[in-house]
């Protein structure tokens, strides 16, 4: 078990750190069988809808591939899906990708919230933003960046934020002028003020925090040791798993979700009212986790994943199928 922790830590650094060109892989990670599914192709699974970005001045439509995905999510509470990429926004919308032609970030710590997204990173070099970004804002699907706060002090790979609410939650990598790094800090007003909170038993080599959609108090973490619940506002933790590394944390409305690795990739859907687990059916994935996930606050039958190895799946019938939309990162 310890020798597949550290292997799947070492594939979450290089994730973490693709910004600088490293990307490792994880060949001997033991080999799980997973769920079979049915997979179709995603462009016979088109909504009625007309997609918002078909003709948008800031979007383009592209081939090709995805990859070095630092978040996903419906971003202004709309049914298109936001992937935030090294290299900029990309969305998939009414079956169709599209990326944009301006502010081409490296976009890390990447959330979606009600009216648009919060994000941290590093500029593009077409933008004019400071390196690091520290945390920023757009309410017009990435065609500007409101500029929230710590610019040019902090690129934050592990900030959460209440979809609802904006409440981030941020862990700093390192000191700056608000925080000391390692600790964990809440601000309530869009990064003007932070206060440190007590984090107690919250656990070390962290990969993901998530806050819930309404209610601030409610923060999880996913970790090398397994999945931190806070119902505190994150002043004490309960790691609520055993024998399993934590890949990913999620709130909806009613609902908790955690990614873990326990030699097979698993997602637990756990109930904000009783406190029941279910587990999920999940594609067939071989030496491979889910690391993002995303549920579409206007259909609860629609979710979107993305795996360490870049492929994204997206179900649109409650998970009991998977449409591959993504496969080691080329789109499909």
């Given at each position: 078990?310890?020798?597949?922790?550290?292997?799947?830590?070492?594939?979450?650094?290089?994730?973490?750190?693709?910004?600088?060109?490293?990307?490792?892989?994880?060949?001997?990670?033991?080999?799980?069988?997973?769920?079979?599914?049915?997979?179709?192709?995603?462009?016979?699974?088109?909504?009625?809808?007309?997609?918002?970005?078909?003709?948008?001045?800031?979007?383009?439509?592209?081939?090709?591939?995805?990859?070095?995905?630092?978040?996903?999510?419906?971003?202004?509470?709309?049914?298109?899906?936001?992937?935030?990429?090294?290299?900029?926004?990309k969305v998939f919308d009414n079956g169709s990708w599209y990326r944009t032609k301006t502010e081409n970030?490296?976009?890390?710590?990447?959330?979606?919230?009600?009216?648009?997204?919060?994000?941290?990173?590093?500029?593009?070099?077409?933008?004019?933003?400071?390196?690091?970004?520290?945390?920023?804002?757009?309410?017009?699907?990435?065609?500007?960046?409101?500029?929230?706060?710590?610019?040019?002090?902090?690129?934050?790979?592990?900030?959460?934020?209440?979809?609802?609410?904006?409440?981030?939650?941020?862990?700093?990598?390192?000191?700056?002028?608000?925080?000391?790094?390692?600790?964990?800090?809440?601000?309530?007003?869009?990064?003007?003020?932070?206060?440190?909170?007590?984090?107690?038993?919250?656990?070390?080599?962290?990969?993901?925090?998530?806050?819930?959609?309404?209610?601030?108090?409610?923060?999880?973490?996913?970790?090398?040791?397994?999945?931190?619940?806070?119902?505190?506002?994150?002043?004490?933790?309960?790691?609520?798993?055993?024998?399993?590394?934590?890949?990913?944390?999620?709130?909806?409305?009613?609902?908790?979700?955690?990614?873990?690795?326990?030699?097979?990739?698993?997602?637990?859907?756990?109930?904000?009212?009783?406190?029941?687990?279910?587990?999920?059916?999940?594609?067939?994935?071989?030496?491979?986790?889910?690391?993002?996930?995303?549920?579409?606050?206007?259909?609860?039958?629609?979710?979107?994943?993305?795996?360490?190895?870049?492929?994204?799946?997206?179900s649109v019938d409650g998970t009991n199928t998977w449409i591959t939309l993504v496969e080691n990162g080329?789109?499909?």
């Amino acid at each position: 078990m310890k020798k597949i922790m550290v292997l799947l830590s070492t594939l979450v650094l290089a994730i973490f750190l693709s910004a600088c060109g490293d990307k490792n892989s994880s060949d001997n990670m033991d080999e799980q069988s997973g769920k079979e599914t049915t997979q179709t192709n995603p462009n016979t699974t088109k909504s009625s809808e007309v997609g918002n970005f078909d003709g948008h001045p800031n979007f383009e439509t592209f081939e090709g591939s995805i990859d070095h995905i630092h978040g996903l999510g419906y971003a202004g509470n709309q049914n298109a899906i936001f992937f935030a990429a090294h290299d900029g926004i990309k969305v998939f919308d009414n079956g169709s990708w599209y990326r944009t032609k301006t502010e081409n970030n490296d976009f890390m710590g990447f959330n979606a919230v009600n009216e648009g997204f919060i994000s941290s990173g590093h500029p593009g070099t077409d933008s004019k933003l400071p390196n690091p970004v520290g945390i920023i804002r757009s309410v017009d699907n990435g065609q500007s960046l409101e500029k929230l706060g710590l610019l040019g002090e902090t690129d934050f790979h592990l900030m959460g934020v209440g979809f609802e609410t904006n409440t981030i939650y941020a862990l700093p990598p390192n000191n700056n002028s608000e925080m000391q790094a390692g600790e964990l800090y809440i601000s309530e007003d869009l990064a003007k003020t932070w206060e440190k909170v007590s984090a107690k038993n919250l656990g070390e080599n962290l990969i993901g925090l998530a806050v819930h959609p309404t209610n601030s108090q409610n923060v999880a973490a996913a970790g090398e040791k397994g999945i931190y619940y806070s119902e505190d506002k994150g002043n004490t933790f309960e790691l609520i798993t055993e024998n399993m590394q934590g890949t990913s944390v999620y709130f909806s409305n009613d609902a908790f979700w955690f990614g873990g690795y326990d030699g097979n990739a698993v997602l637990i859907k756990r109930s904000l009212t009783d406190g029941k687990e279910e587990e999920i059916n999940l594609p067939k994935m071989e030496q491979d986790a889910v690391m993002y996930m995303a549920q579409n606050p206007k259909n609860p039958d629609e979710l979107v994943f993305v795996s360490f190895k870049g492929n994204v799946y997206r179900s649109v019938d409650g998970t009991n199928t998977w449409i591959t939309l993504v496969e080691n990162g080329e789109i499909q």
